[in-house]
């Protein structure tokens, strides 16, 4: 598609914030108003928009699917959304451990440990550490607290959280990710350690670590997104 517009800017809108060309509002791929929480947001659709060439290239609205996802799919049907992140909850990646007498397994504990207990402390609950694949149920009365937790999330944090939960296998991670203090390079330690654990003992070919790459943006997009969207 060639490039319609000659400008793109933000202007408020009646419920928060939206990116408009040549003052005209965008809407969702389902329709509707596309008015974001924060002018912050609101300037980085409007700087997707302002960074196309003559040329417009759909890989390049990253922050755009977001906020489409979280108005067209999140918001009218939260519950199922908050639902569909409780399993990443019940099999979370920093509570699935080797073997207690395995090199890996030291390797989980003076990683993960100290982020899974502060998790525990900061909302009062207690997860199930397992050795080995099998599964065991998490404690049902954190789930129910990690439950009250996503749902007091906004939409466009929902958003996030899906997108952060899928690539860390961990909710823990996600609600982590999406606190304004937190430190995007520990996290994704964390979420990767048993493949870099994998990498130094079998190396990397180019690809894999492309692939890395491009999931380690995602993750960083993710939470940018939540911040902006605060």
Same mark, same amino acid.
């Given at each position: @598609?060639?490039?319609?517009?000659?400008?793109?800017?933000?202007?408020?809108?009646?419920?928060?914030?939206?990116?408009?060309?040549?003052?005209? *509002?965008?809407?969702?791929?389902?329709?509707?108003?596309?008015?974001?929480?924060?002018?912050? !947001?609101?300037?980085? !659709?409007?700087?997707?928009?302002? /960074?196309?060439?003559?040329?417009?290239?759909?890989?390049?609205?990253?922050?755009?699917?977001?906020?489409?996802?979280?108005?067209?799919?999140?918001?009218? /049907?939260?519950?199922?959304?908050?639902?569909?992140?409780?399993?990443?909850?019940?099999?979370?990646?920093?509570?699935?451990?080797?073997?207690?007498?395995?090199? !890996?397994?030291?390797?989980?504990?003076?990683?993960?440990?100290?982020?899974?207990?502060?998790?525990?402390?900061?909302?009062?609950?207690?997860?199930?550490?397992?050795?080995?694949?099998?599964?065991?149920?998490?404690?049902?009365?954190?789930?129910?607290?990690?439950?009250?937790?996503? *749902?007091?999330?906004?939409?466009?944090?929902?958003?996030?959280?899906? @997108?952060? /939960?899928?690539?860390?296998?961990?909710?823990?991670?996600?609600?982590?990710?999406? &606190?304004?203090?937190?430190?995007?390079?520990? !996290?994704?330690?964390?979420?990767?350690?048993?493949?870099?654990?994998?990498?130094?003992?079998? *190396?990397?070919?180019?690809?894999?670590?492309?692939?890395? *790459?491009? &999931?380690?943006?995602?993750?960083?997009?993710? @939470?940018?997104?939540?911040?902006?969207?605060?």
């Amino acid at each position: @598609m060639k490039r319609f517009y000659k400008q793109a800017g933000v202007e408020q809108a009646q419920d928060g914030w939206r990116a408009v060309l040549d003052g005209r *509002g965008i809407r969702t791929a389902g329709g509707r108003a596309q008015i974001v929480p924060t002018r912050a !947001l609101a300037q980085a !659709l409007a700087g997707e928009w302002s /960074s196309q060439g003559e040329t417009i290239d759909p890989a390049r609205f990253r922050y755009r699917d977001l906020v489409d996802f979280a108005i067209d799919a999140v918001a009218p /049907s939260r519950e199922t959304v908050a639902a569909e992140l409780l399993p990443y909850a019940e099999t979370d990646t920093l509570c699935y451990r080797a073997d207690p007498d395995e090199a !890996l397994h030291r390797r989980q504990v003076e990683v993960w440990e100290p982020l899974l207990s502060a998790f525990e402390e900061r909302l009062d609950v207690c997860f199930a550490r397992i050795s080995g694949i099998i599964h065991k149920p998490q404690p049902a009365e954190t789930l129910e607290r990690l439950r009250t937790e996503v *749902g007091v999330k906004s939409d466009f944090e929902l958003a996030a959280l899906k @997108m952060l /939960s899928s690539l860390s296998a961990s909710l823990v991670i996600a609600l982590e990710a999406i &606190r304004p203090d937190a430190d995007a390079e520990a !996290l994704w330690k964390a979420a990767e350690l048993e493949a870099d654990w994998q990498v130094e003992l079998w *190396g990397e070919d180019w690809e894999a670590a492309e692939r890395r *790459g491009a &999931r380690f943006e995602a993750f960083i997009l993710a @939470m940018k997104f939540a911040q902006l969207s605060r």
